[in-house]
């Protein structure tokens, strides 16, 4: 954390969080009673996002890439 912060690093990150909090909290606050339920419904959409949803430029899920290109999951 010394180095000097540059936009670009911040990027996929930002992306990520907006895209989760449009497609899964905006609008629909009213179905998420506690933490828990709130906590549950992210990691749940983290293991969407990893690892169903496609990517229409890899045409395969990131952890399909992943495997199929690396070899790792």
Do not use: A, Q, W
């Amino acid at each position: 954390m010394s180095r000097k912060g540059n936009c670009l690093d911040n990027s996929p990150t930002e992306n990520f969080f907006g895209r989760m909090k449009e497609e899964m909290f905006y609008g629909k606050e009213h179905l998420y009673k506690n933490k828990e339920s709130l906590v549950r419904s992210i990691i749940n959409y983290i293991n969407y996002y990893n690892k169903e949803r496609i990517v229409n430029r890899l045409k395969m899920s990131p952890s399909e890439y992943r495997i199929n290109n690396y070899g790792m999951i």
